[in-house]
């Protein structure tokens, strides 16, 4: 059996949610540097409903001031 890193989306976007206060953005902040119509995607990232595209968490990491690993919740998954 082999143990491998699974993304933890409710812990991740708490985690985002918690980076972005902590880094005094507002969600609306992020939404205009990244050009998104609407917040949205944002607050599904912060939910845990999705995950932001690779090119997104570039942008939002360099916005938080982190690291892409500070951002993202990890646990290990057995794999047979």
């Known amino acids: 059996m082999n143990m491998i890193p ?11 949610k918690t980076l972005r206060k ?3 953005l507002k ?3 992020i939404q205009d540097v990244m050009g998104f119509e609407s917040p949205q995607a944002i ?3 912060e ?3 999705a995950m932001p595209k690779i090119d997104n968490f570039i942008i939002l990491s360099k916005m ?3 690291s892409i690993n ?7 998954t057995l794999y047979p």
Do not use: P, S
């Open 70 to 76: 500070d951002i993202l919740v990890t646990e290990e």
């Open 6 to 16: 699974t993304i933890n989306m409710e812990k991740t976007g708490e985690n985002i």
């Open 43 to 45: 607050y599904r990232w």
């Open 64 to 66: 938080l001031q982190v």
């Open 22 to 24: 902590n880094a005094g």
């Open 27 to 29: 969600v609306r902040d």
């Open 47 to 49: 939910a845990g409903g």
